[in-house]
């Protein structure tokens, strides 16, 4: 499991660690200090297909599809094998992402959570029958689609895999893992500790790391992938979308956000300031569903700007392996000169209160760090109100009756996340029936179970994750009629 800067971390395929064909390794850098945190393969197509045709064959043999009290054991067993070693991965997930040690024991929980909770599931893979006329009936049955690749974002790297592996094998389908390129130690240390578990046959669970551009579009365009579960990027994922139309394949996109927390005049700010503040800061704003926009009632405006300003400023920016690290790094470079890029329009287009620029001097030097950024008065057609800026800025922007709230709330292209905050219980639901968002917390934010449906309105996805529905993703539906006529 320990991760070295010199050693090459393998793939993983049928049952095997491997070297990839090309010969080539990948670096991760660690985003708080530019070190260089481990190496992994720079997979091709000879390493993906060999993965595609290892995962078919496991599944054709149908000693996982049919079973699913293995599965269930097995799910179960990965669960406790990360247990042990929660710590030593949520150590790499800090030093490969940036985030704090504090939200990669979060993320790491959340894992085996997952794990545990479709572990379970496995065993509730149920069907329905119904009676048709007096001498027919029909069985509505529910099986494994067959194989499925599910393809992975760099943010929450560990739970955005299982989030869709534990469902996808729980349904008995046999999977190949993409991680994102700027990840995959941490992905490789989850499926490490998989290894030697008897219950998974070999093939059934394969991971292959490399440019998501190459074995990516290979596993979107191969015959033998089944299904394509995608977490990333609205414009990758509707280039997917497009490519995969081809062979007309089963897919599950989990895309972008935009996501508003609406404040009502009479909400309590005692609790909201702080969440809310957390849920833009939390992985520097990298998160899909952080709650990037502020829709606040003018009334309370200014001192709502107030004290999130102090809040914001609070914040102990630094290395996420220090336990008194609230925000970490963004991931790169490349990812920092975009968040600069919308600040700039920022500044031009609202009225900026806190942060504004990337920290330098000292240990910032060495990494890509952000102040934690506040605009008032965003006004809806700037960049900054509609585009996904994955950074730690916040737009706010005032309204003065419900009907604009609700109308600035679905003012993108988005529809994943909301919150609502107000004491009036009547209001909060007529307003949550509203708003165009896959998930809705009233007086509260950010809180997920493996067992509540997640995903996204409008151009933010494609079918649910998590959940009854989340497990159904990962199956084909058959009607099988029987007639018994004398
Ligand atoms: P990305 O789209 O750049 O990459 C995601 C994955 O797709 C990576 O593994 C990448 O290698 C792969 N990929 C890239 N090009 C590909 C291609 N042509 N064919 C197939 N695969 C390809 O996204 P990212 O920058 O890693 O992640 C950030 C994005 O993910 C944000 O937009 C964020 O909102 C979104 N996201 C959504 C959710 C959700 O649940 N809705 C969760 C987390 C992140």
Redesign the pocket.
Known sequence: MTVTTKEIQKNYINGKWEESKTGLSMESINPSTGEVVGRSQKSGLDDITYAIDSASAAFKQEDWGYHSLKRADGLMKWAMRLEEKKEEIARILTLENGKTIKESRIEISACIDTLKYFSGMARSLFGRSINLSETSYGIIDKSPIGVVAI??????PAL?MIREAAPALAAGNAVIL?????TPLTSLAMVKCLEGIQEFPNGIVNLVSG???LI??E??VNGKVDAIS????????K??MK?AADKVKKLAL????KSPNILFADADLNKAIPTITNSIFITAG????AGTRVIVHESIQEEVIAQLKEEAEKLVVGNGLDEKTDMGPVISESQLNEIIEYIEIGKKDAELITGGYRLTGGEYDKGYFIAPTIFNNVPMESRVAQE?I?GPVLAVQGFKDEKEAIALANGTIFG?AAGVWTKDINKAIRVSKKVDAGTVWINTYNKNYPQTE???YKE??LGR?RGIEGLMEYTETKHINIDFEE
């Open positions: 393809i992975s974002p760099w943010n929450w955005l993409k991680p994102a390129s700027r440019p998501g551009a990516g579009d596993l979107t995608f977490t990333g990027d609205t414009v990758t994922g280039a997917l490519k989990e895309l972008g956000g990298q998160m899909c569903f996904e994955f994943l997640f995903g996204g933010s996805g994750t």
